[in-house]
Each structure stands twice: as C-alpha cells, then as structure tokens.
Nanobody, 124 residues
Framework: QVQLAESGGGLVQAGGSLRLSCRASGRPFSNYAMGWFRQAPGKEREFVAGISWSGRNTDYTDAVKDRFTISRDYIKNTVSLQMDNLKPEDTAVYYC?????????????????WGQGTQVTVSS
C-alpha cells in the first residue's frame, strides 16, 4: 500500500492557475502509475489525467487537454497537476490515485490507493 497526500487546492478566478501536488510514501513510487480524478457535488468521480510509471506516457480527459499538465518527480516522490485557464466547471474535489501497473487507466476502480482529496473552486 502507498500513502498519498494532496496539497495545493484553493479558490481561484476563472482563467487563473493552480498547481496540485501529491506526495507518495510507503512503497517504491516508481512501481506505480498515477492518476488524478475529480468529483463535483452530485456527480460521479471522473478521470482527469494519468501518467505511467516511467513518466513517458500521459493521458487526459478531453475537457482538460491543452489546459492541464501532469508530471512526476522520482526524487521527491510526487505527482503534480498544473492547471491553467481554469473554468468554473473545473470546480471539484481532486484526488490523487496510485495503480500498481505500468500504465494509467481512466477507470477509478483500477486504482488501489487514494489520497483524501483537495478542494478546487473556480469562481466566474
């Protein structure tokens, strides 16, 4: 099991930027593909972005392509989500997730470990 802790959420105006960070501990970070998911009130948890355990492959949901960037740092054991040009519809609790596999996946049930989440609120 890997422990995950998110940080970096907050309140921002539309068009602004935020950078989320997720620190992993407890297991070798390089053994896991990582993902970011989000859940808005009354909605299902949805995939936002994923990165393979090598860091070479990334994947994004269409709604955030060209605005969000996922990356990982093997020295700091962190995975980050840079969010630019934020929109009110990006408002949600954002979760970091780990999957003991080579590649990420857009299905949340494929991930074994989850962080507690961090709130992102985008005002119009």
């Amino acid at each position: 099991q890997v422990q995950l802790a998110e940080s970096g959420g907050g309140l921002v105006q539309a068009g602004g930027s935020l950078r989320l960070s997720c620190r992993a501990s407890g297991r070798p970070f390089s053994n896991y593909a990582m993902g970011w998911f989000r859940q808005a009130p009354g909605k299902e948890r949805e995939f936002v972005a994923g990165i393979s355990w090598s860091g070479r492959n990334t994947d994004y949901t269409d709604a955030v392509k060209d605005r969000f960037t996922i990356s990982r740092d093997y020295i700091k054991n962190t995975v980050s989500l840079q969010m630019d040009n934020l929109k009110p519809e990006d408002t949600a609790v954002y979760y970091c997730a780990a999957r003991r596999s080579i590649g990420s996946d857009s299905t949340y049930r494929q991930y074994e470990d989850w962080g507690q989440g961090t709130q992102v609120t985008v005002s119009s």
